[in-house]
Each structure stands twice: as structure tokens, then as C-alpha cells.
């Protein structure tokens, strides 16, 4: 034991720094993806409840089948790491060919879900006629860009495996900086233009209609394009992926390595659609508790997802430093690697539950001037902050898991984390209480199952982890220089 953590000091002091390099990035870019939606939300939020609502419901619908796709599509992550630690590089062109076939497929089946499988849920839903008539807008819009997003979160999953994910970052700047004008445009129409420039402009531009929902789709469409066709364009100028020439001679499917991309893939996908949910049916029971406990849960959650950015960034470089390692034939080091990477997950947790204590209070006063919501929010804040530690362990122990491939486990882990513990215990004590020792907790019965749910996962995790490194003996610890 004295031996391990010996040596994982010696690691940490080579290999924190590289992992931060990496994580950082990829942070920024799910910053700058998640600003498109609060830039949606906002900005038709000042035209209309109704178109509001519209954008809310449409995006609870296209959200998760993104999140799929890209959780899908990372399977190609740690493949492309183990690839260039072992320097085949040879080997990594066709296996990207491969995602990208899996890419367009997948965003095309997404298209197609959005244009035909809407109304019939809305129906079920029984979403307001209207709200369901300009969501049903919204969304036919948003299917045009679900293929070109797919085929970005493909080669960004390369980009990343390559340890290049500085791209990711500055394309999806570029996408929202898309979004924003061509919302501003399509939303408000001339009279918005108008009033933001003046009566100078032009009368066909002055004449564009407003089309508020619908126009939001076009933006975020527009946006997806604009993302994919400038990541194609830098993998294809770039010289940072050094000998791996991706555009030229085209493979066509070979189902071997598709079966090895989807084999690592859809876990992911699976694990990640299953968290949406956890989050989503959650929302959905607490509906029931009035507006101020709902006010309260959406503010704190979100506040508290903007943190998680960070330790969902470092998990999935973590995957990368792994899968590299573990390329290089180097299993022991790899081993040190993950723990590493784990250890430096609790300490960004420890900043996490530090900057909550510190700005939970001036932040949810930014959020609403309701002191009733502000006080319940709080309330949940604290409970926000036993969770941050199981948060980011448990989302860092199944990035080093994703590096060595493992990833049916994590999903199996996930289902019975997140829904059995997480989503069932929270809703029975928010229910129904403690038998005999508490009345129902309402929501705060559900964030405790929140604690419990991520509890449990990263206690499975850790274990699945130290299992899958025991006994690693075979070469010796071979520290790189940095």
C-alpha cells in the first residue's frame, strides 16, 4: 500500500498538469454548447410565453437524443487514444471513416424521429394546442442540423482522442457566435432589428417576419452546420494530427469496426440518457409541489450543473490520458493514471463545494428577487455541496473506466444507481417520508436521493476500477518526463 501511494505521487507530479491541459478545453467547449440553450431560452422567453414553452418542451425532446448520439459517438474517444499510444496510426483513419458512417445514421434517424414522432407525443403529453403547434415547428427545424451535429460530435471525439481538444472549444465559440445573431434575426424578425438599429435599414429587412420558435430551430440548425463544416475544415488543414490523414480514400462500412465502435458507444449513450432522465422524471415529480418548489429545484440545479462542467471535462480527458497509456503497453502505469485522475476529481470537488459556500447566497439572488424561492434554494444548495464529492468521483471513476473500454459495466452501474436508488428512494422519501420517523420531504427528499444515487455509483465505480487494475504487474512504471 505504502508502494501505491508512492508512486502515485510520482505520477501525479508528471501527469496533473497534462490532464488539466486537456480538460480545460473541453470545459470551455461544453460552456459554450450549454450557452446556446440558455441563449434560446432567454431570447424567446422576450417574445412570448408561448413560444417560451414551445422551445422548453421541443428542447426536452431533441436534448436526450443528442446527448445519445454523443455519448455514442465518444466510444471512438478511447479507441483513437489506444490507437496513437501504440502508434498504429495507420489504423485510426479508417476507424474515424467508420464513426462517421455511425454519425450520419444516427443524426438521420434523430431527423426523422423529430419530424414524425412528435405530435403523437405531445398528444399523450397533453401538451396546449398551440404550445404543441410551434414546438412541432421548432423541432422540424432542429432535425435539419441533427445530422451535421452528429457528424461534429464524431470528429470531435477524434480530435479529442488525438489529445487535441482545443478545436472543440473554439468551434463551439464559433457556433454560438451563429446562434445568437441568427436568433436575434429569426426570432424578432425586422421590427427587433428595427428597434435595436433604427429606421435606416433597409424596408426588406424591416419587413422579416418574426417567427419565434420556429426561427429559434433555423438558428440552432444553422448553428450545427456552421460547427460541423468548420470542424471538417480545420481536421482537414490542420497539421496537429500530424501523420493521420483523415480526408482521402474514403472507407466505405466495415462492420467489425463498427461493431467495435457501437460495442463501446451505445453504454455510453445508454449511461448518459439515463442520467438526462434521472434529472428530467425528477422535474417532472416535483411539478406537483407548486411553483415556488419548482422555481427552487431549476435554480439550484442549474447553478449547480455549471460546476459540474469541470468534473465532467476532466472525466472525459481522463479517458484519453488512459486510453494512450494503456496504448503504450504501459499497465501499471495506466493504473496510476485513473487514480490520479480520481484524486485530482476530490479536489475539484472540494473547490466546488468551497465556491458554493462562498457565492450560493449574491448567485440565487441574481437568479429571482422571490426570497421564498431563495430561501428554498439555499436549502438545496446545502445538499448540493454532500453530493459535489460523489458527483465528480463517480463521473471520473467511469472516464477512467471508458479508457480501458469498459463501459457495459458503467451502464449497468448507472440503471441501478440512478433509477433504483437515485430516482425510486428519492421519490419514496419525497412522498412518503421515513416511515415512523419523518412526514413526506418533498423536494428535499428528492436531493437526498440524489446524494444516494450518486453515492452508490461511485462506490460501485471504484470498485469496478480497482478490480479492473488489480494485479497489474506486467512492465514497470514507466513515468514520461514533461
Request: proline share 4%.
Amino acid at each position: 500500500m505504502a508502494t501505491f501511494f508512492t508512486d502515485l505521487l510520482r505520477v501525479s507530479r508528471t501527469e496533473t498538469r497534462p490532464l488539466i491541459r486537456l480538460a480545460l478545453p473541453i470545459c470551455g467547449a461544453q460552456l459554450a454548447q450549454a450557452g446556446m440553450s440558455v441563449a434560446d431560452v432567454m431570447m424567446t422567453g422576450r417574445l412570448s410565453a408561448t413560444d417560451l414553452a414551445a422551445v422548453s418542451v421541443g428542447s426536452s425532446l431533441w436534448l436526450p437524443l443528442m446527448l445519445f448520439m454523443t455519448g455514442t459517438l465518444m466510444g471512438l474517444t478511447p479507441i483513437v487514444a489506444h490507437l496513437l499510444g501504440a502508434g498504429a496510426n495507420e489504423r485510426i483513419r479508417p476507424s474515424v471513416h467508420q464513426a462517421l458512417w455511425v454519425a450520419f445514421t444516427l443524426g438521420l434517424v434523430s431527423a426523422l424521429l423529430l419530424w414524425f414522432a412528435v405530435m403523437p407525443i405531445f398528444r399523450v403529453m397533453n401538451v396546449p394546442a398551440e404550445v404543441a403547434y410551434r414546438s412541432s415547428a421548432y423541432l422540424s427545424a432542429v432535425a435539419f442540423g441533427m445530422p451535421g451535429v452528429a457528424l461534429f460530435q464524431a470528429l470531435r471525439a477524434f480530435s479529442d482522442g488525438m489529445n487535441h481538444t482545443r478545436p472543440a472549444l473554439w468551434i463551439s465559440l464559433v457556433g454560438l457566435g451563429v446562434n445568437i445573431p441568427c436568433n436575434f434575426v429569426l426570432i424578432y424578425g425586422g421590427d427587433g432589428l428595427t428597434g435595436l438599429f433604427g429606421d435606416w435599414l433597409p424596408a426588406w429587412v424591416q419587413g422579416l417576419p418574426a417567427l419565434g420558435a420556429l426561427g429559434c430551430g433555423i438558428a440552432t440548425a444553422l448553428s450545427m452546420w456552421v460547427m460541423c463544416l468548420a470542424m471538417i475544415f480545420y481536421t482537414r488543414r490542420s497539421r496537429a494530427y500530424g501523420n493521420v490523414e483523415l480526408w482521402h480514400s474514403p472507407a466505405p462500412p466495415r462492420w467489425r469496426l463498427i461493431g467495435e465502435l457501437l460495442y463501446v458507444g451505445v453504454p455510453i449513450g445508454v449511461a448518459i440518457f439515463v442520467e438526462v432522465t434521472l434529472f428530467t422524471l425528477i422535474s417532472l415529480f416535483i411539478a406537483s409541489l407548486g411553483e415556488i418548489t419548482v422555481a427552487a429545484h431549476q435554480v439550484a440545479l442549474n447553478y449547480t450543473s455549471i460546476l459540474f462542467m469541470l468534473p465532467l471535462a476532466l472525466s472525459m480527458a481522463l479517458t484519453v490520458r488512459v486510453g494512450n497509456t494503456l496504448g503504450q503497453g504501459k499497465a501499471e502505469l495506466a493504473r496510476m493514471v485513473a487514480w490520479n485522475g480520481v484524486l485530482v476529481s476530490v479536489l475539484i470537488a472540494l473547490l466546488n463545494s468551497t465556491l458554493l459556500w462562498f457565492t450560493a447566497e449574491p448567485v440565487m439572488a441574481l437568479y429571482t428577487h422571490d426570497t421564498a424561492v431563495q430561501r428554498l434554494a439555499l436549502s438545496l444548495i446545502l445538499l448540493a455541496m454532500l453530493y459535489q464529492i460523489s458527483d465528480s468521483l463517480q463521473v471520473n471513476l467511469a472516464g477512467a473506466l471508458r479508457g480501458y473500454k469498459d463501459t457495459r459495466i458503467i451502464m449497468l452501474i448507472t440503471l441501478f444507481a440512478y433509477w433504483a436508488v437515485g430516482l425510486a428512494g428519492g421519490h419514496w422519501l419525497g412522498t412518503r417520508g421515513v416511515a415512523g420517523l419523518t412526514e413526506p420531504l418533498g423536494v428535499h427528499g428528492y436531493w437526498i436521493g440524489l446524494v444516494a444515487g450518486l453515492t452508490v455509483a461511485a462506490a460501485l465505480l471504484g470498485e469496478r476500477l480497482r478490480r479492473k487494475t488489480r494485479g497489474v504487474t506486467n512492465g514497470r512504471l514507466d513515468i514520461p518526463h514533461t
